[in-house]
């Protein structure tokens, strides 16, 4: 009986309806399959196994199909869908025959073929049990299949009634709309625009902006509030999304005890290849003639943002939120900064002009007319002379980077880094309480995630809801952490050797060029060894990125409770290996490089001399280092988005083949849901946010920086919103009330820029010995190359490759405040003096002073908006109150 009730089970899943059509009383499949009511279903224990319920529908229907929609069959119910694949059984059939006829199969093979059919089995008997319990969890349920040429592709339909969204609503804590509000402009540059009465290029009418409301949790008992009469429209499309996964994430699979619960350890399992919400029909615009308020939600975004057209154009934020939820919506919110990186980039790029404007009446001139006066040390011990005036162009071009106006732009930078984070603060609280996530942190608590259950030990009581729920013990945390830290600190090891190796590399490379007869190539030198060496560096760079990022996630897996705290801790590992990882090389080259000593007491890293900074200083071998890494970086990161598009398009060919027996017809929405790529989340996306430290830590070497982050940032919007909108699996709707650790990290990044610049300023440009040299001794800076160089001390072994004859009479020149000993002068300690003052007394103080002063007098909160807080309030203390009249007549 067991075996006949298998037998009928299989023919009812796997039935093909040989083209009738099922019934108008219930819902069902084109070709197979049918809703499931709840009535028919028996509650049985969540540890126990029981084969699921298919009721088959009756075979005449009159209900036109709707491939375009993401419905049920009755063209109303909006759907979630999970997808599990399996092999054809013809196939599965010839492979056995096959393995019957083979005489050369060994045990082996035989016992991991048992294995594998074991999986199997397991996997379907936990996939049965999960679509049971949903089915006690009161959902709709509508089963779909697609045949492809090796497999059979089954889609599982879900949905909510109203009384289970009415029931989660309440405990999820979601917001019940109360008072229409008036739906203002956020945009704090189109205001202004405005008020200069001056035509806004970057504005557009988006049709069908959704609707403000004030609002207020959700009680059932309150079910008067705006809207509750109309039953298909109260929840939005997101809402009953994060119901579903709700629902999806709390149901069992297995035993509760091994937290075998939730779709996404079913993921993991392979039991389901994928669980999504269905996409608002296509992007593409419908061929019939069309009023843009009868787009679709998906075509609005497709047409009025992800377009290449709009890149001037403001996002429409609040079409984001309502398609994708507050999490996405919050983070191409955040890339609003990319509007302020234009001011930065105007005033670099102004900055970059004037250097070459005033290259020509600057110091180089005194080294370009020097001809053969200025006799240079040798770069290596076994190398030549050479002439200072060989490093003409070098040195122009070293000004272009090295001159006032690096100054004043990197404390322009420093301002506009705090300012622009205050000004976050402010729109983000604006975008918090607009989206009803403002106290998202405060209302809900979150659950364990899955990998964390599972891995647990023990069980503890929560010491908020009292529920008992998988514990580490502080000892298996502590050791665990220890283990974490000790990968964390070999893999900053590995990074630091890799940063020795390069600079090696550079070193073997500027000797063996500095070899060469001709003139150029030796003047050449440094650059083209810092220009190669730069770029191995960046494939080292992104090498043990994908290395790192990999290995923090299985580290993190470990112990972190909640979904929150896993990515708080993961984003945090992964930020300091790549800040280091990323930055190292520049700090070598601004802070280290150059610490040579003198001749007959050079310094030696493994035998050979240390390297010194190039011809044009050390800021230009530092902006070549940072153009190459962080412009290299973006072309990479962009070529992998349009990598994307060949994924996709590779997958959809994967998919999209049918048996030659079958007839071609239009695929339904759900079918083309699954063609597309799973969303991997943000992190990707935010950890480009290294992009914020190259345009404010090392800003005083690169002012360009902002210009080509602009540039990049434009690219950067559309490829995203393309993804999210074409390329993408529609993800499940979160909610986020900020940009979470992040915004730690950039404030930290904004503060760490303020002293890296004094530093830089102080110790590797050549500002403060110009100033202090015009301040002593000549206003024009007469004589000032000259005095920066140094006589090679008289017992100097390393004066090699001259006469003996002349070995007294030679020029022998390096560049430092020395006297003929190799002793420090007193205008080298003025120097440090007055280098240490800066950095003390102006970065230090007045910047930091008046940052202080603008993050104070900037409230984080706008005045409008805390009216508008307290007028929500009340709205909602009115409605959440018992009636006060109904009392008085009882």
Known sequence: EAELAMEDRDALLDMDF??????????????????????????????????PLYIQCDKNDSLPPHPHGNYFRDGRTKIFVLVWEVRSQRKRRSRAKGCGKSVGDTE???????????????????????????????????????????KTIHYLKLSAPRDVLVYYAEELCLRAPLQAQPNPDHNTSDQMIKKLCLPNIMAEYVPNKPVNYYTCAFRKSKMDFLGSENHGTYFTNTQRQRIVYEILSRTAYGKRKWAEVGVARLLNEGALTAAFPLHEGPFDRPEHEF?????????????????????????????????????????????????????????????????????GTNTPEEICSSGGHYLMCALCDTCHTWNLSDTCLMAKMGYL??????????????????????????????LAYHWDCRDFHEEEQERPRAEFAAMAPAMENNPVTGVKEPYFPKRARLSRMLTGSMVIVVMLSVVMIFLVTVIMYRIIVSGMINHKETAVLRTQAGNIANISSSMVNLALILLMGQVYTAMAEQLTKWMHR??????????????????????????????????????????TLFGMRNEDCGPGGCLIELAQQLFIIMVGKQVISNIQEFLIKIKAWRQRQQLSGTRGTQVPRERHRWEKDYTLIECEGLFDEYLEMLQFGFITIFVAAFPLAPLFALLNNWVEIRLDAHKFVCEYRRPVAERAQNIGVWFNILEALSHLAVIINAFLIAFTSDFLPR???????????????????????????????????????????????????????????????????????????VVFFILRAIDWMVPDVPESLELQVKRERYLAKQALADNQEALLVS
Not at 26 to 43: D, T
Not at 114 to 140: C, P, T, V, Y
Not at 344 to 352: E, H, K, P, Q, Y
Request: hydrophobic letters at 40%.
């Open 108 to 150: 082996a093979g035989a016992e991991e073929g048992g294995r594998s059919e074991r999986h199997k089995a397991q996997l379907d008997q936990w996939r049965d049990k999960f679509i049971r319990n949903l089915q006690n969890a009161r959902l709709f349920l509508e089963k779909e299949e697609t045949v492809i040429e090796k």
């Open 291 to 359: 009023l843009p308020e009868e787009l679709n939600q998906r075509q609005v975004l497709f047409h009025y943002w992800a377009h290449w057209s709009k890149w001037y154009k403001y996002q429409p934020l609040d079409h984001i939120r309502e398609y994708f939820g507050e999490k996405i919506a919050i983070y191409f919110a955040w890339l609003f900064y990319t509007a302020w990186l234009l001011p930065a980039a105007v005033v670099g790029t102004l900055v970059f002009l004037s250097g070459i404007i005033s290259m």
């Open 771 to 845: 100033l202090l040299y015009k301040y002593k001794f000549d206003n024009n800076l007469m004589g000032y190359v000259n005095f920066t160089l140094a006589y090679s001390p008289l017992n100097n072994s390393s004066s090699n490759h001259i006469s003996s004859d002349n070995l007294f009479n030679a020029t022998i020149c390096y560049k430092a405040f020395r006297d003929n000993n190799g002793s420090y002068t007193f205008f080298y300690w003025e120097l440090l003096a007055i280098r240490l003052g800066f950095i003390i007394a102006f970065e230090q103080h």
């Open 562 to 603: 909640t979904q929150t705290d896993y990515e708080d801790a993961f984003t945090f590992k992964v930020f300091i290996f790549q800040f280091v990882n990323f930055y190292s090389s520049p700090f070598y080259v601004a802070f280290f490089k150059g610490f040579v000593g003198y001749p007959g007491h050079y310094g």
């Open 401 to 430: 980077f090295d001159h006032p106006g690096t100054v004043f732009f990197s404390v322009f930078m420093s301002f506009w880094a705090v300012t622009f984070l205050e000004y976050w603060k402010r729109k983000n609280a604006t």
């Open 18 to 51: 040989m083209g009738e059509q099922p019934s108008t009383d219930c819902y069902g499949s084109l070709q197979n399959g049918g809703f499931i009511p709840h009535r028919y279903l028996a509650a049985t224990h969540e540890d126990e196994y029981e084969e």
